[in-house]
Structures are given as structure tokens and as C-alpha cells.
């Protein structure tokens, strides 16, 4: 599998995207975001976490916009594969290739720790290495990861299954309590109506590895590689 880690300015995590690739067994690169093609054959594309444009005007918003969007927009169209994290999160949604918005944390302050995330469905290219309800370990680090669509929107998440992940605690029971930026309905993450788009707020790329205290972050990686060319 190809993969294609787009970087604006500000991006901070595609080194880590980059090495989680690679080490479920995908060719990764990183992209500039001035580009106008994606490279040739590529299956998925990641857009990183980090502060793309220093946050200014609104988180994701001058991002959504860059040149290579239209690019990523049109490989969306077509049925590739799109994950987008944190920072990529809210650029998906500026872009309107996912609905709703990603508000101020309820709190009003940045969140950085372990958190614990509800798989709600694994018969997708994200997921299938997990299983159903798992509770995963993951990170969070965002100042503006509360979740919030307009009521028919999170009806229609709900009713068709879009939901991807939830925070939870550690037995996997979504309670207010862990979800701590306050997100609509506890969600972390969610899918475009085709399920080739995902948008997920924590950093499943910082657990990879036992050295760094857990591997449940590999699995999403190792499920997308696990799809081609099914998926491609």
C-alpha cells in the first residue's frame, strides 16, 4: 500500500504518521501541501496532527483550503482511502469532507494524556484488526477536540453507523467522564457516508511500540495495510 502524508505548515506529527506506516508495511512519503497531484498510485492519505497554519483564523480552516486539498478531495471522490488526525481531524471537517466541527475543549484548557477509546465497528478499513467494543489506549494533545454537529447530523451519524471511536474508560464504558473535551455524544472519531474517510481526534501513531508504553495504536495501521488492494 501507498500512502501520501500530507504536511502544511505547522504539521508536527508526520514523522510519527510516517514511522507507524512503515512499520505495518506501507510506502509512506510525506507531501507538501503546495503540491497539486498526489503521487502516482497512491492508496491512502494521512493528514497529520500539529497546528497547520499556527491555528490561525480557526483550527484546520486555512489548511482546508490549501492547494492539495483539491487534490486529496478528488482522491476521497473516487474511494481512497483518507484518515486524518487531530489537527487532520479538523482539517477534514474545514474541508467539508467530513461534517460537523471540532469546538474549544469544555474545559477551555489543552488536554494531553492516555485515553481510552471505544471501537464501535471493525467491518472497516480502520478497524479490523480490533474487535468489536474494544477498549484501545491511545493519546490525546488538543485544545479543540469537542466534537459538535447540528441535531439532524449526529442523528444521522448515529443511525448509519458513523461513529468510529468513542472515549470510554478502561472497561470500555462511555461515562462523561472520559470524555473530557466535552465532544457530542462522547465521539472521537467519525466516517464519510462511504466509510473511506476517517476523522479521529487522539494520536493512535504515539502507541506503537512497547518502548512508549503500548501498541493499541498499531492496529489501525496494520488494518489499513491488511485492505489492499481489497480497498484500493
Known amino acids: ?36 497531484e498526489l503521487p502516482h ?15 490561525y483564523l480557526r483550527c484546520g480552516a486555512i489548511a482546508g483550503r490549501a492547494t492539495v486539498m483539491d487534490a486529496v478531495r478528488a482522491h476521497a471522490a473516487r474511494g481512497g482511502l483518507v484518515l486524518g488526525i487531530c489537527n487532520g481531524f479538523q482539517i477534514l471537517c474545514e474541508s467539508g469532507l467530513l461534517p460537523g466541527i471540532l469546538m474549544r475543549n469544555a474545559n477551555l484548557k489543552f488536554i494531553c494524556h492516555r485515553q481510552f477509546l471505544k471501537v464501535e465497528r471493525t467491518d ?15 493519546c490525546v494533545a488538543h485544545g479543540e477536540g469537542n466534537y459538535t454537529a447540528d441535531a439532524e447530523t449526529l442523528k444521522r451519524l448515529e ?37 473511506n474517510v476517517l476523522g479521529m481526534m487522539p494520536h493512535p501513531e504515539n502507541l506503537i511500540e512497547d518502548l512508549v508504553g503500548g501498541t493499541d495504536g498499531r492496529g489501525l495501521f496494520e488494518s489499513l495495510v491488511s485492505s489492499f488492494p481489497r480497498a484500493a
Open 124 to 138: 472497516t478499513a480502520f478497524t479490523k484488526r480490533y474487535g468489536q467494543g474494544q477498549a484501545i489506549d491511545v
Open 159 to 195: 443511525g448509519e453507523g458513523l461513529v468510529a471511536f468513542r472515549y470510554c474508560d478502561a472497561q470500555g464504558h462511555v461515562t462523561p467522564d472520559a470524555n473530557r473535551n466535552g465532544s457530542m455524544n462522547s465521539i472521537a472519531g467519525i466516517y464519510s457516508d462511504k466509510l
Open 1 to 36: 500500500m501507498k500512502s501520501a502524508v500530507i504536511v502544511f505548515p505547522g504539521s508536527n506529527r508526520e514523522g510519527d504518521v510516517v514511522r507507524a506506516l512503515k512499520q505495518a508495511g506501507s510506502d509512506a512519503q510525506k507531501v507538501w501541501h503546495a503540491e497539486t
Open 41 to 55: 498510485g497512491t492508496d491512502l492519505v494521512v493528514l497529520p496532527g500539529g497546528f497547520s497554519y499556527g491555528d
